[in-house]
């Protein structure tokens, strides 16, 4: 089970604001479950990564984003706390690893980067082994050759880039990035489909040009609740109290960050909405979010009563959780 | 706070069955802190070690231990869980470590081998910067420059080496290493006092010589609780259930396995044995267990009522916990 | 360009004997180009693995190999240093890789296993991402979802794997070994020709299955030689001269020790003999040494003049060299 | 043995220019024997480090540097390459270590920092062992407690930090910088002196403070030649044909960019010149570079017969060179 933040805000942030001082972030609830909000659920360090743009376009410097990856604990990493104090950036991609599947290596570090676009996962799709092969054989020689690891996650990714027109564009069109997510999860449901398999497959899948985010929380079931996945705006995102204690703050009207994770970051959870089960959100570059139903035959439409009924429990066996209906508890 | 396990058998153990394979070995309980008996503790991997003796004496291959350290975290290190299922060894330390202090390198993974001798910790000395300087000080060059790493617990090796009339003798009378180990804790409260140091020091060390192992359960106080251990003896510890359930077995009469770990390793609570509060307990050659108290002004004599009364905040506070009076609480 | 070893002895090895000590050992060539007998190739150190079999057999611990591998240079490996000093085997594989193909990951270093066989290659096959595709199609699932790396050699080996009428069977018939290695050269010289690659590819593979050794020279050409493939057999390897020179003697008749080596891994060169071009070498069981050509469109009899007339220019750019013209100078 | 470079410029280089993309960085002639302008010595990956400061002053970032080390072969880190492409900085230096001493361990990487200040080391100090005691109690508490590793150099580091009167200064004023650094290396020598240690000590330092710097080309020997040091100035660096070819252009009058390095990293080698045997360099902050005798009682004067008589064999046998004679026979 995974962890993954967001950040895109129309100023730059400073890393470590994000990652390594908040005694929330993703980083430090993986060193301590005592910092968890929900600490029912384990979560491990089998490897790290964080993507980021630059804040200050350079033509010298292109504008793909940079990635830095760590097989090591990201709490105990040197090169990563130095890092990140040192960038600044108004997108971010970062993510903790647990090795539900693939090896543990920096090939399989989530985000990974192809051209302009990054992508990252939280979740596993069931019996990948099983549909591994057909779906390589759908993928364009470049694309193929690309992969370099061995996880469902960046074989998703792989799909998502032949589903597009020009993987190596500059610039993609909100539209064409929803488009392309909305191909892959329908590609993998029907792999999924022909192979026979039953289980339901976790899919929140995120992926971003550097101005348009698009991400998924979603899972291939009617019954089932999708792992879980939260967004929040706001003004500045802050320490409020010494000792790492942040907190997103709405000073103005205007909404400069919108943060999505796989969990609530800081203790206020009424900063914190969720996002719907099987819905797409986007970020789009003028920092809109929209949250937009992914319809297909494991659709369950708010106003239907199975769409509270969702169970939580497959997401908990498989480590993640369906916060929903247990945020009410919350301190 | 660490984790750490010691194991002698009158015959060899497969190093899986205490390492990797059972639910609730140290390994598997970083992992997921839902496979934990208290799962109140944060555990985590910064670092691992184990160390082991032959189990068939070989004079080209000599009589030192071997020892696999690493900084990636043991349950996922395809290294430790090949060479656990080919090794065998009557006589095993492990170490799972938590960067209370040190930086994470290998310098820094408990155990250590001298000669023949092998060292680990599960505790921390208070404020060892201020006591460090004068500690060296009292090393012989040979020993101060066999010092590799910058952690308490390896210079307190260091000082328990310089205790020892040769340190790379073949053979250790149980009584020198005892003597030596009550030397080492001695001359670290003398040190604290000198500098001023309140803090009571954690000092849960181990000694072994391949056949006498010397534990300790220790805190430089009279009204804390030290880190916890536990002892259990059996003559077979074997898997009785699938999915790693393990316990020790009183097939027979004799004792031919004695386990020393910081916390309970199987379920059967009833099979682990407390050390008590400022005892050493000393494994003789011939696997006889004895509890000798460490008598000194944090000394408190069990019929003495504030023995029990000792408070369990200090340790649970740096991350440990006395499980003492909570065990009865234990399912 | 990469460096392996092989040796297969009646009796165990300390691994320290072929792979720390010997100043001309792979793992030391690679450390200090001063130290190697033809310094003109760079030799680097992107990663080691060393794979052996028990010395006794033991029917807790199974008769597979145990295999470890390093991302971190061999010769500043401390686990690996401690390790070759307690361990003994009759038979090993030992690699020292650099990247030419794959990224640097455990996954991808060299030896692998696979129930009780070992492979590992030195060489490449030509634009494998042309023929990648192809090749896993051929592959049955379990042995395509075995795969965990991304090079061409792991490839190789699972191409093998599907040759075999049984992978996981305990023991092979040398003969058996034998026809899956030469159908695998096979498949994949005519994967290459399907898909109209001209350059030669590059195939020095090597498995066991603990008793049975088959290693093959082999390049797909008709005018290129290929990497270059030594061979020394005696009664004893052993230390003549301090600082680690090594020497193999035949104090008997008998010959207890067999070793394959990419290039010659003592000073004596009269030690070596050179495995001819196109050619598979089999140690049997009972430790004799075959040589049987490999019979293909790119075989030429030693009788052809052209023969001995194949350029060592395609070779010696990929950074492999064909030692055979230039041992005659050899000091 | 070591390589270092230094880049001091008006403008920021952006770091894969110096680091990844050059066929003669350091970081490529390790890799690969061959690219090497002085082939003779062998050099290898036992670590790596790269500091910066930024190009911009950003007052949440601070003015101090950031560092990114490695223990794994520099070539063939995935981090460095993605980082080196996005980053750019007016003060680079930038070291491959050879583990001549302490172990192979981040903590172990140059360059290290300490508030502004940066420093490396290409060298070793005799016997350090012999007088490391004594060198550690003359340091404050805090600097004493701030060295994590187990290297002469770190320590060299600590020592100079000791002779600052404030090593946590904003600003250094660069003859404050130099003359800590002679009284650094006048208390090493006083301590060799009192051990009694003969063999010389190789002390090529360089600090900076982000504006001055101060490098030393320094041996404790009358008759020896230093391990090599050189520079080179122009007004570009920049490649003139495909390959990684480099070149440093003197396109106008001014001077933009000021280099250090170990040995030469392009073929021109009338673009470097020699630093000479027993001297400091300083490059001012406004990019003035001055070369001063550091007399003491190893100083032989250049007027002095005997300063072109210094023999070279020493460095070369520890690993390094001194290229004075020899660089006339270069190709």
Same mark, same amino acid.
């Given at each position: 089970?995974?962890?993954?933040?967001?950040?895109?805000?129309?100023?730059? +942030?400073?890393?470590?604001?994000?990652?390594?001082?908040? #005694?929330?972030?993703?980083?430090?609830?993986?060193?301590?479950?005592?910092?968890?909000?929900?600490?029912?659920?384990?979560?491990?360090?089998?490897?790290? !990564?964080?993507?980021?743009?630059?804040?200050?376009?350079?033509?010298?410097?292109?504008?793909?984003?940079?990635?830095?990856?760590? /097989?090591?604990?990201?709490?105990?990493? +040197?090169?990563?706390?130095?890092?990140?104090?040192?960038?600044?950036?108004?997108?971010?991609?970062?993510? /903790?690893?647990?090795?539900?599947? =693939?090896?543990?290596?920096?090939?399989? #570090?989530?985000?990974?980067?192809?051209?302009?676009?990054?992508?990252?996962?939280?979740? !596993?799709?069931?019996?990948?082994?099983?549909?591994?092969?057909?779906?390589?054989?759908?993928?364009?020689?470049?694309?193929?050759?690309? /992969?370099?690891?061995?996880?469902?996650?960046?074989?998703?990714?792989?799909?998502?880039?032949?589903?597009?027109?020009?993987?190596?564009?500059?610039?993609?069109?909100?539209?064409?990035?929803?488009?392309?997510?909305?191909?892959?999860?329908?590609?993998?449901?029907?792999?999924?489909?022909?192979?026979?398999?039953?289980?339901?497959?976790?899919?929140?899948? #995120?992926?971003?040009?550097?101005?348009?985010? /698009?991400?998924?929380?979603?899972? *291939?079931?009617?019954?089932?609740?999708?792992?879980?996945?939260?967004? *929040?705006?706001?003004?500045?995102?802050?320490?409020?109290?010494?000792?790492?204690?942040?907190?997103?703050?709405?000073?103005?009207?205007?909404?400069?960050?919108?943060?999505? &994770? *796989?969990?609530?970051?800081?203790?206020?959870? &009424?900063?914190?909405?969720?996002?719907?089960?099987?819905?797409?959100?986007?970020?789009?570059?003028?920092?809109?979010?929209?949250?937009?139903?992914?319809?297909?035959?494991?659709?369950?439409?708010?106003?239907?009563?199975?769409?509270? *009924?969702? !169970?939580?429990?497959?997401?908990?066996?498989? =480590?993640?959780?369906?916060?929903?209906?247990?945020?009410?508890?919350?301190?």
């Amino acid at each position: 089970m995974c962890r993954f933040v967001i950040y895109k805000g129309t100023k730059p +942030v400073q890393l470590s604001h994000l990652l390594t001082r908040p #005694c929330h972030s993703i980083i430090n609830q993986a060193f301590d479950s005592r910092l968890r909000l929900d600490r029912r659920r384990p979560i491990n360090g089998d490897g790290f !990564g964080v993507g980021w743009y630059d804040s200050v376009y350079d033509e010298e410097l292109g504008s793909q984003p940079c990635i830095f990856t760590s /097989v090591t604990p990201a709490w105990n990493n +040197v090169n990563l706390v130095r890092l990140a104090e040192k960038i600044k950036s108004p997108m971010v991609f970062a993510h /903790v690893r647990a090795t539900t599947a =693939g090896t543990l290596s920096l090939d399989n #570090c989530h985000p990974w980067s192809y051209g302009k676009l990054m992508f990252m996962h939280n979740g !596993g799709i069931a019996e990948f082994g099983k549909i591994k092969r057909k779906l390589i054989a759908s993928l364009p020689d470049e694309i193929f050759n690309w /992969v370099s690891g061995n996880t469902d996650s960046q074989w998703a990714f792989a799909l998502l880039l032949s589903k597009l027109p020009n993987p190596e564009a500059k610039r993609f069109n909100p539209a064409v990035l929803q488009r392309a997510m909305q191909e892959t999860i329908a590609h993998i449901n029907a792999l999924s489909e022909e192979y026979g398999i039953t289980e339901p497959s976790l899919m929140n899948f #995120c992926v971003t040009d550097g101005e348009t985010v /698009v991400a998924t929380r979603y899972i *291939s079931s009617r019954t089932d609740e999708a792992a879980s996945l939260w967004f *929040s705006s706001g003004s500045t995102f802050s320490e409020y109290a010494e000792g790492g204690h942040y907190k997103m703050s709405k000073t103005d009207k205007r909404e400069n960050i919108i943060m999505i &994770a *796989s969990e609530p970051l800081t203790f206020e959870k &009424a900063d914190w909405m969720e996002i719907r089960t099987n819905h797409m959100v986007v970020i789009t570059p003028k920092m809109n979010l929209l949250q937009i139903p992914i319809v297909d035959k494991f659709y369950v439409a708010a106003s239907d009563p199975a769409a509270s *009924s969702r !169970g939580t429990e497959f997401a908990a066996a498989k =480590g993640f959780l369906s916060p929903r209906r247990d945020s009410v508890h919350a301190h």
